[in-house]
């Protein structure tokens, strides 16, 4: 009985064994590839064309290797430091979104590797910014700050898409000068915002000037008006104050005239006949002498 019990342990332990390769092995042959990434395999350390998508793969065990490569949106912050056109110093903080494409998931990491944001993204982040800089003097770099930082992604678009990667955001998040440039800057700016000052006060003083001189004008005509009133009244006064209650003679319409006291004399007694008439002439005495 015992040598029967040895017997089957002998026998078990290699099937145990076997069987823990058999699934060691199984597990080997499988890879995951998670969300937002491919798989470049590499043969013996030779890489392949085939890229893996997303999810579960078999692939040979200890012979075939998967590496995953991130396909996802990517983000790196470079400071540079640069000269402008006019030689200041200019120190800038740029924020770049990127993404390695799919397609070239393979060649990127054949050519470059992993660490692909550290051998190529910064420093061609690096000399784009100090070529573009360079085109501008640093008062046109604040000026045209859309301008420039669609120049340095141009010029970066040139040098990274060749290898496979793409822009999604170029951001320069500061621009950053010379404390003495910096004073300067302000100085003009104080001595800009005095000259439009200086500029609005005259446009002011002149509008106030002519209000004045209209307002001269406007009292001047209330009074030639009013004085006008004055004296035509004064004038009606007088006239009928020395009016000796006596009617004109004579009446003209502009054409012709016409002689009023005929027509009063012809009137009928009684009938529009001034209130105090003339008196008659005095009768002439009967001569003394007989016929």
């Given at each position: 009985?015992?040598?029967?019990?040895e017997?089957?342990?002998?026998?078990?332990?290699p099937?145990?064994?076997?069987?823990v390769?058999?699934?060691?092995?199984?597990?080997?042959?499988i890879?995951?590839v998670?969300?937002?990434?491919?798989?470049?395999?590499?043969?013996?350390?030779?890489?392949?064309?085939?890229?893996?998508?997303?999810?579960?793969?078999?692939?040979?065990?200890?012979?075939?290797?998967?590496?995953?490569?991130?396909?996802?949106?990517?983000?790196?912050?470079?400071?540079?430091?640069?000269?402008?056109?006019?030689?200041?110093t200019?120190?800038?903080?740029?924020?770049?979104?990127?993404?390695?494409?799919?397609?070239s998931?393979?060649?990127?990491?054949?050519?470059?590797?992993?660490?692909?944001?550290?051998?190529?993204?910064?420093?061609?982040?690096?000399?784009?910014?100090?070529?573009v800089?360079?085109?501008?003097?640093?008062?046109?770099?604040?000026?045209n700050?859309?301008?420039?930082?669609?120049?340095?992604?141009?010029?970066?678009?040139?040098?990274?898409?060749?290898?496979?990667?793409?822009?999604?955001?170029?951001n320069?998040?500061?621009?950053?000068?010379?404390e003495?440039?910096?004073?300067?800057?302000?100085?003009?700016?104080?001595?800009?915002?005095?000259?439009?000052?200086?500029?609005?006060?005259?446009?002011?003083?002149?509008?106030?000037?002519?209000?004045?001189?209209?307002?001269?004008?406007?009292?001047a005509?209330s009074?030639?008006?009013?004085?006008?009133?004055?004296?035509?009244?004064?004038?009606?006064?007088?006239?009928?104050?020395?009016?000796?209650?006596?009617?004109?003679?004579?009446?003209?319409?502009?054409?012709?005239m016409?002689?009023?006291?005929?027509?009063?004399?012809?009137?009928?007694?009684?009938?529009n006949?001034?209130s105090n008439?003339?008196?008659a002439?005095?009768?002439?005495p009967?001569?003394?002498?007989?016929?």
């Open positions: 009985m015992p040598e029967m019990k017997r089957k342990k002998r026998r078990i332990v099937l145990i064994l076997i069987a390769l058999a699934g060691m092995l199984i597990i080997a042959s890879t995951t998670p969300a937002g990434h491919t798989g470049v395999v590499t043969t013996f350390g030779k890489v392949s064309n085939t890229v893996l998508s997303e999810g579960l793969h078999f692939k040979l065990p200890i012979v075939s290797r998967v590496i995953k490569m991130d396909n996802r949106v990517l983000k790196t912050e470079v400071s540079s430091s640069s000269a402008s056109k006019d030689l200041q200019v120190s800038s903080t740029i924020a770049l979104n990127y993404r390695v494409s799919r397609e998931s393979a060649s990127v990491y054949q050519n470059i590797g992993t660490d692909f944001e550290n051998v190529l993204i910064n420093p061609a982040i690096q000399e784009c910014v100090k070529s800089a360079a085109r501008f003097t640093a008062e046109e770099l604040i000026t700050r859309q301008e420039v930082g669609e120049m340095m992604r141009d010029a970066l678009a040139e040098k990274i898409e060749p290898y496979g990667f793409y822009i999604e955001v170029f320069i998040t500061s621009f950053e000068f010379s003495e440039f910096n004073d300067a800057i302000e100085a003009k700016q104080t001595a800009q915002q005095n000259a439009l000052k200086a500029e609005q006060d005259l446009a002011r003083i002149k509008v106030e000037a002519q209000q004045q001189i209209e307002k001269a004008r406007a009292e005509e009074f030639r008006l009013k004085n006008q009133e004055i004296t035509k009244e004064t004038l009606a006064m007088e006239w009928i104050d020395k009016w000796d209650g006596k009617l004109p003679s004579v009446a003209s319409d502009g054409s012709m016409f002689d009023i006291s005929s027509i009063i004399d012809n009137a009928p007694s009684g009938a006949r001034p008439p003339q008196p002439p005095a009768p002439v009967e001569s003394d002498t007989a016929e």
